[in-house]
């Protein structure tokens, strides 16, 4: 009897190891196959946050996407191909001064601060008209973003009034709001917007500040800059006048001071 039970007993040990063993194979499968599935998971959104990444990489620029463009949104106050002639001053002024600017020009500057209230005050008393051509070479020596701002800016400002535009101008190139030329503050939407605040016809525009902020007339920004680089000049300032530059005496530069500057235009008007 004992040893019937004990056979008995052997075998029913066997059995429950048996089963155990079973239970322990389909437990360490179901655990390969969570594993495998999340490292499944784990790879496939590592591979989609690639594809995102390099997706972004391709990813055209605002400034790239703006050269791009098929229409062109031009401000008021402008004409030509594209909206990219600028011309202020009395339609009764015989006479253009053409003036090649770049708005993070660190001699445009020097220039403005100098001679700009000179020219604004022979415009208004309709000596000449003013021809402008926005250049944006110095974004292209550091890869920079604040020349084509400013002149999309301008643009806005523009489109509120030529007024707007010369007296915006002016407020970029002061003393008190152009940067060094190695910092590219004029990138930033709310310092073009803080210097408009300056300007009476600038200020609290609310239409303004949102074509800066939309980048409305960045495309014509890109545009404006390629006119400046089809007209062959090399430098700026550069003033013109009937195809001729207007220079300092002696010197092939832009005169710089309120007295070279009227001399030359003197002499360029009679010309």
């Known amino acids: 009897m004992s040893n019937r039970n004990s056979q008995a007993n052997k075998s029913a040990a066997r059995e429950r190891l048996r089963v155990e063993r079973e239970r322990q194979v389909k437990k360490d499968k179901a655990r390969k196959q969570v594993v495998v599935a999340v490292s499944v998971v784990g790879v496939l959104a590592v591979v989609g946050a690639i594809a995102f990444g390099v997706a972004q990489l391709n990813k055209p620029s605002a400034w790239e996407a703006a050269a791009d463009a098929k229409n062109v949104t031009a401000p008021k106050n402008t004409s030509g191909d ?43 008393a309709g000596k000449y008209k003013i021809k402008y051509v926005g250049a944006t070479f110095i974004d292209n020596t550091d890869n920079g973003e604040g020349s084509k701002n400013a002149l999309s800016a301008l643009g806005a400002a523009l489109d509120v009034s030529p007024e707007a535009f010369l007296d915006y101008k002016a407020a970029l190139y002061s003393a008190k709001y152009h940067p060094q030329e190695s910092e590219d503050k004029f990138a930033k939407d709310d310092y073009l917007v803080e210097v408009a605040d300056s300007v009476d016809a600038l200020k609290g525009n609310a239409a303004f500040k949102k074509d800066v902020e939309d980048g409305t007339y960045d495309a014509w920004a890109v545009k404006m800059s390629k006119a400046f680089d089809k007209s062959g000049v090399q ?23 309120e007295a070279e500057y009227t001399a030359a235009i003197t002499k360029a008007l009679k010309g």
């Open 82 to 124: 594209d909206g990219t002639t600028v011309v202020i001053g009395e339609s009764s002024a015989k006479k253009t001064l053409e003036l090649y600017e770049d708005s993070r020009c660190p001699i445009c500057a020097t220039f403005e601060q100098s001679v700009g209230e000179t020219i604004a005050k022979d415009v208004e």
């Open 235 to 257: 430098g700026t300032p550069t003033l013109k006048m009937d195809g001729k530059k207007v220079t300092a005496e002696g010197s092939e530069n832009a005169p710089m001071t």
